[in-house]
């Protein structure tokens, strides 16, 4: 490719340097299969070094199948929550009917589903804290946008929208939680499932970090990019696309 041909290029006069920008093009290049590691195997940092913790799958996996719709409508309850105070709901449900709603779903768990609940939230928290430290790392995002995302939704989960098709919340179809998911204030298009949103969210992250990582570190062999500039070269995501805005 012409991006490995520059790193060769640069190669013969700045061996280390040249060997560095093909490692970032292969890492590039194996953005796809990053991203999968993080769904069905382990979470990792940006550069490979780090083990950052189980994959989404074990980590959604801890609920119970029969459980699964009630937990997803808790974690979009408790977004939307947050959403209401900015005048961005994703429910049809006023503040006061999403805590009563929260509340009653809790009353109709065992202590140990409780446990349960409030375990898998923390780790779903954790797992999307360290696709942010991710989008740091590979120039996508700031910590100050982070800072400022994470003080606005404090329960931030994505909500992408489907595009056509059967809607299906998860294995066992809870037709209440689908009644009240598709009862979205600012769209009569249903948001898709809990594990599909943060299948995406890990995308938007992982795969575009990868790419954004190579352009940034190419456009910088090329003096494109001056020292303590910003360095979102290639794509980025925006604080909208970030805070579920758009999807």
């Known amino acids: ?6 790193a ?10 040249g060997e560095r920008l093909l490692a970032k093009i292969n890492s590039a290049r194996t953005a796809n299969e990053k991203a999968r590691n ?20 074990t980590i959604m ?17 408790k977004h939307h929550i947050d959403r209401l105070a900015k005048g961005k709901p994703i429910l049809g449900l ?51 946008q982070v800072d400022l995302f994470e003080q606005m939704y404090p329960n ?10 059967a809607f299906v919340v998860s294995n066992s179809q809870n037709s209440k939680v689908k009644q009240i998911i598709k009862q979205a ?3 009569d298009t249903p948001i898709l499932p809990l594990r599909e949103q943060l299948k995406i969210l890990t ?23 001056t020292k303590g500039k910003p360095q979102k070269v290639g794509a980025s995501l925006t604080a909208s696309h970030q805070l579920g805005a758009d999807g």
């Not at 490719?1 to 520059?6: I, K, M, N, V």
């Not at 060769?8 to 340097?17: L, P, Y």
């Not at 931030?156 to 098709?165: D, F, L, N």
Request: proline residues 1%; aromatic residues 10%; without cysteine.
């Open 1 to 6: 490719t012409a991006q490995e041909d520059f």
């Open 61 to 77: 996996d801890r609920i119970p199948t029969d459980k699964e719709d009630l937990f997803q409508e808790y974690i979009f309850t």
């Open 8 to 17: 060769r290029q640069v190669r013969k006069t700045n061996f280390a340097e």
């Open 38 to 57: 993080w769904v069905t195997y382990r979470q990792s940092s940006a550069d490979g070094t780090k083990d950052l913790g189980e994959g989404l799958t």
């Open 156 to 165: 931030y989960i994505k909500t992408a929208r489907q595009r056509g098709g």
């Open 185 to 187: 204030s600012r769209s």
């Open 94 to 144: 006023t503040k006061a009917q999403s805590i009563q709603r929260i509340q009653d779903i809790f009353n109709s768990l065992t202590p140990e589903e409780k446990k349960l609940f409030n375990d898998t939230d923390l780790a779903i928290r954790g797992y999307i804290d360290n696709l942010r430290q991710y989008g740091i790392d590979t120039g996508l995002i700031t910590q100050k």
């Open 203 to 225: 995308n938007d992250y992982v795969v575009t970090g990868q790419y954004n990582d190579m352009i940034r570190e190419l456009a910088k062999a090329r003096g494109v990019v």
